[in-house]
């Protein structure tokens, strides 16, 4: 490894940041991750911490997956590549999919796309929505309708249905034909609801009432994410998902389940659509399908939508999307291995559990802290803490205050991740008791400093 004059002084001089301002990387010196084991990180200067964002909410089974790594190496010396496009396969690829059909037989998924990642997946399970009407002979479906606060990566459809203004303004135009409804956040929404149930209504209410408005027979899809994930963690109240599910199926549009977070076990279930008792038309997943090990995402589609294109004779339903990387082998090989651990362990229960934990702890910090407007969790590792500057204008924090936070709680122990006025934790599902109180404890310090 390069010395640590050489890194610091060179990071931000040659490398962009995803996600960051060029200048804000120049002024502040990220911190440069150097090692990783079980649920922990260490940094160029030896400062060990859990890692309670568990990579990029991908890093589920931790940095010392032996099997996974194991697997990789294999692959590697066996057959680094070949491609999956018409013509070609593999044998990794193949015994993938079986795998992933068994896994994802009771959210009725049998069919997998190969993709590279999560923004990859969107846009393909967009893709085929738009093919499936025309195969179909109801070629009018074009339109997708998604929630404001999503989040379904950064290619450009998938920017066009991203529901956070963030990741769209500097690139407009966008896709035309893509409409947001309100999401169903109780600490902020515009009917000024606070009751979940009730809220989860009205926002289904908003949904029918916009499905209308475009006219049902141009839409293609409705998109979301079972648990609102980079939007801030936003759990909806049980009866949305099975609402969704219920407005798609009477005005004939396609339910897309983007899973890129939420498959594999994070919300203490094995895809959030199943938390929810939905079944989907096409589920988007990737992270963590290779632990982060490997950058690799696999659209899941129904029986129902592939026997369209299967029984298509009239040459439409020839698939025109694809990757060079779709069905890599050594992120197959990577993902077979993750599979099999991520089933051994039955990460989900462990999930859970830590996850329930990890929330009533928080709670408990809010309590303590005005600064906490709202936690957010109960459904597995994921969960957040919005920030505000008083508890009854619900003001955001300022970037200055969550900074410090952040910085104080690194530096007692705990990675967390600053989105917004939101601290988001994701962690690895294998973490321990004590990994919880850990986390807990180095925020106490955080919000002690500076809260
Ligand atoms: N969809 C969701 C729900 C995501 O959370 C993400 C990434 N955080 C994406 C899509 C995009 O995935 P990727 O960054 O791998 O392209």
Redesign the pocket.
């Known amino acids: 490894m390069k010395d640590s004059n050489f890194l610091t002084e060179h990071n931000a001089r040659h490398l962009w940041h995803p996600m960051a301002h060029p200048a804000d990387s120049l002024a502040n010196l990220p911190d440069i991750i150097v090692e990783g084991e079980g649920v922990q990180i260490m940094d160029l200067d030896g400062h060990r911490t859990v890692d309670a964002v568990g990579g990029?909410?991908?890093v589920n089974l931790g940095y010392s997956c032996a099997p996974v790594k194991e697997a990789i190496r294999a692959q590697l010396d066996r057959l680094p590549y070949y491609s999956i496009f018409r013509g070609t396969t593999n044998d990794a690829v193949i015994e993938l999919s079986v795998m992933l059909r068994d896994f994802f037989a009771p959210d009725g998924l049998s069919r997998a796309f190969f993709t590279?990642?999560?923004?990859?997946?969107?846009e393909i399970a967009l893709r085929l929505a738009r093919q499936y009407h025309k195969v179909r002979g109801d070629g009018g479906r074009v339109k997708y309708l998604s929630l404001k606060k999503?989040?379904?990566?950064?290619?450009t459809l998938?920017a066009s249905v991203n529901g956070n203004a963030n990741f769209r303004t500097q690139y407009e135009p966008l896709m035309p034909g893509c409409f947001h409804v309100p999401a169903p956040y109780p600490y902020r929404n515009p009917f000024n609801e606070t009751d979940p149930e009730r809220l989860a209504q009205l926002c289904l209410a908003a949904l029918e009432d916009e499905i209308k408005f475009q006219a049902p027979e141009t839409i293609a899809a409705f998109i979301m994410?079972p648990i609102?994930?980079?939007g801030g963690v936003i759990p909806p109240h049980h009866s949305f998902m099975p609402g969704v599910r219920a407005l798609c199926d009477k005005y004939g549009i396609l339910l897309i389940a983007?899973?890129?977070?939420?498959a594999f076990g994070r919300t203490g279930s094995w895809s959030g659509s199943r938390h929810w008792g939905v079944k989907p038309d096409m589920m988007?997943t990737?992270?963590a399908i290779t632990n982060g090990y490997f950058?690799f995402?696999a659209v899941m589609i129904s029986d129902q939508v592939a026997e369209v294109f299967e029984g298509d004779t009239s040459g439409k339903g020839a698939i025109g999307s694809g990757y060079t990387y779709s069905g890599h082998p050594v992120g197959a090989a990577a993902a077979i291995a993750c599979l099999r651990e991520t089933q051994r362990l039955q990460v989900k229960d462990n999930a859970a559990a830590r996850g329930t934990q990890l929330y009533e702890g928080l709670l408990k910090l809010q309590e303590a802290y005005p600064v906490i407007g709202d936690v957010r969790g109960g459904h597995g590792l994921m969960c957040a803490l919005e920030l505000v500057s008083d508890r009854g204008t619900k003001a955001p924090i300022d970037k200055k205050t969550i900074g410090a936070i952040h910085r104080t709680t690194y530096e007692n122990g705990a990675m967390v991740r600053v989105s917004g006025n939101n601290i988001i934790m994701s962690p690895p599902l294998i973490l321990t008791e004590n990994d919880v109180t850990t986390i807990l404890t180095a925020l106490n310090a955080g919000f002690a400093a500076h809260g």
């Open positions: 990029l909410w991908n590279s990642g999560g923004s990859d997946s969107v999503g989040y379904h990566g950064t290619h998938g994410e609102l994930g980079a983007d899973e890129v977070i939420t988007c990737a992270k950058p995402g």
